[in-house]
């Protein structure tokens, strides 16, 4: 059901600020384990791009902003339909300093659930298969993308449990006296002023704002000059980090169709990416990277050259890289004494890419030629200006309110609660502790239901 | 000459520089074996192992090769104008 007021009776069980993937996935989990919700949504039907931000560093100006969409829906009314499954180094790289605080395995049956909400089919989830030793394929789907305004739309319409207010940006969070739970929200109101939303120690608060829109929240200036809900210990808003784009980093010929490696009972399009085991990533200190080879070259000289002299076709492929950064403390976003158009304070969001970012891409692809050549099975080409000259991001925000389970380093723990508050959650990107190579959505919407799960007392660990 | 100096003797005085010398000399030493226990391996590091070729990792014979190959195709291009 839509609202177009805050009801006069409030009576939820749980309240969502964001009606993006993670809030809307949330939302229906609970709704589905009979919780009535409320999401709170600061833009309106129609998906809109404002000018919430100016980056700074390697994403600059507007980037960030093609990507933050406001409206029923939120960023999957932008997104490409990408979906990755993170590995198992992903969540505990050495050469990235940070672990997740939740076993990856516990993981693995949100990203199945995830799969369908996203239109994909959950056996791709887990699939790998060997490519040459050290590197394995992993398929990425990219059919059309999900958009969840239009197919969720009608289900929330109908929905008894689930009430959705739209226009309505949360300008304060209260807390108590204590600073352990959340008591109440603060609404701006479309016609202008302000509502106040009482919320009960037992109702949990989900903040699901976007990768950029939680620490935005969480780092709302009060009125009483005191430091801000969920920035007790200063970390909201730092360790921001994208997935760097090189692209056409490399290129690669081989004996071997990269495009013929596809799982069978899988719809998609074909994308895919090779990715180091982590047995030679941490011999070698490699961060998260997907090596992208799908842009295969009809008779690439380099090709016909190895294969007249191997008397065996050989393949050329372009090779896109998209790597991980390391979590860096001082990459983050701050509050601006401007205001967007939603009366929320414009952030200021600085991210560079440190040597080991950009050296990790090159790592890697040398990495696969000298195992290509020890084999005799291909040849890499490694374009230096494409990866210490040229960057790309893709819109992804992550770790501004990460999770951890030191409150001193991180903002959240592992159930994503916000740390010394009973009643204070937060889904969304902003949680990843680190990056790793695969593009987010998939996680956002399974880390949602596993937080759904957690409010029902139905969580796996 | 070593100065006078009341209530030490020359005896004391030779003890006294004789000490901070074995001191200073066994200071040295710990910390000439310290750093060197601290200091990194000494680095061998192999040659690498390929050759490069306009960015590709190819073997010698191979880049020769695809030297040759470009400079006969270049002189096909030349020919071709005659």
């Known amino acids: ?461 | 000459m070593t100065p006078s100096t009341p209530g030490l003797s020359r005896r004391a005085w030779f003890g006294l520089g004789g000490a901070a010398l074995m001191a200073t000399a066994a200071t040295a030493w710990r910390l000439r074996s310290s750093s060197a226990e601290a200091a990194p391996p000494p680095r061998a590091d192999a040659a690498i192992p390929y050759a490069d070729h306009d960015g590709w990792m190819v073997s010698t014979a191979e880049k020769q090769a695809l030297q040759a190959g470009a400079a006969d195709l270049a002189a096909d291009r030349a020919g071709a104008g005659h």
């Not at chain 1, 887990?126 to 289900?155: D, I």
């Not at chain 1, 799908?294 to 690439?300: I, L, M, N």
């Not at chain 1, 040849?379 to 501004?400: A, E, K, P, S």
């Open chain 1, 1 to 461: 059901m839509f609202l177009t007021d805050l009801p006069t009776a409030p009576r939820y069980d749980v309240v969502i600020v964001g009606a993006g993937p993670a809030g809307l996935s949330c939302a229906m989990a609970l709704s589905a384990a009979g919780r009535r919700v409320l999401v709170i949504e600061s833009g309106g039907d129609a998906a809109v791009v404002g000018d919430h931000s100016v980056g700074y560093g390697h994403f600059a100006g507007g980037y960030w902003n093609q990507h933050w969409v406001r409206g029923l829906g939120g960023t999957s009314q932008a997104w490409t339909g990408w979906c990755t499954i993170p590995t198992p180094l992903d969540f505990d790289n050495p050469a990235v300093g940070v672990t997740w605080p939740i076993a990856y395995e516990s993981m693995t049956p949100y990203w199945r659930r995830a799969a369908p909400i996203l239109d994909h089919r959950a056996a791709f989830v887990g699939y790998q298969a060997p490519f040459v030793p050290g590197f394995v394929y992993r398929p990425v789907p990219t059919m059309a993308p999900t958009r969840f305004a239009e197919k969720f739309g009608p289900v929330l319409r109908a929905s008894s449990e689930i009430h959705v207010l739209l226009e309505h940006p949360v300008v304060g969070l209260e807390p108590n006296a204590a600073r352990s739970t959340l008591t109440g929200l603060t609404l701006a109101r479309p016609a202008g002023g302000t509502r106040r939303l009482a919320v009960t120690p037992a109702q949990p608060v989900v903040i699901a704002a976007g990768g950029l829109g939680n620490a935005q929240l969480l780092l709302l200036p009060r009125a009483d000059g005191g430091v801000s809900v969920g920035n007790e210990s200063g970390v909201a808003g730092r360790y921001l980090m994208e997935h760097p784009q090189f692209t056409l980093a490399g290129e690669v010929v081989t004996d071997a169709e990269l495009d013929r490696l596809w799982p069978a009972d899988n719809t998609g399009s074909g994308m895919h990416v090779l990715v180091a085991e982590p047995t030679l990533a941490r011999e070698r200190g490699l961060l998260g990277a997907g090596l992208q080879c799908s842009r295969k070259t009809p008779d690439h000289p380099m090709a016909r050259f190895f294969g007249a002299a191997r008397g065996r076709p050989y393949f050329h492929y372009e090779i896109t890289i998209r790597g991980e950064m390391r979590p860096a403390e001082h990459n983050r976003v701050v509050p601006t004494t401007e205001r967007d158009a939603f009366g929320l304070p414009r952030l200021a969001a600085r991210c560079v890419l440190d040597a080991g970012d950009h050296r990790n891409a090159e790592d890697t692809l040398r990495a696969l030629g000298e195992t290509l050549m020890r084999l005799d099975r291909g040849r890499v080409r490694v374009n230096n200006d494409r990866i210490y000259h040229q960057i790309d991001g893709q819109g992804h925000t992550l770790g501004t309110t990460r999770m951890g389970a030191d409150p001193e380093t991180s903002v959240v723990d592992g159930d994503c609660r916000v740390h010394g508050y009973t009643n204070l959650f937060v889904a969304g990107s902003s949680v990843f502790p680190s990056g790793g190579y695969a593009n987010p959505t998939i996680t956002i919407v399974a880390l949602a239901l596993r937080l759904a799960d957690q409010l029902t007392g139905k969580a796996t660990t």
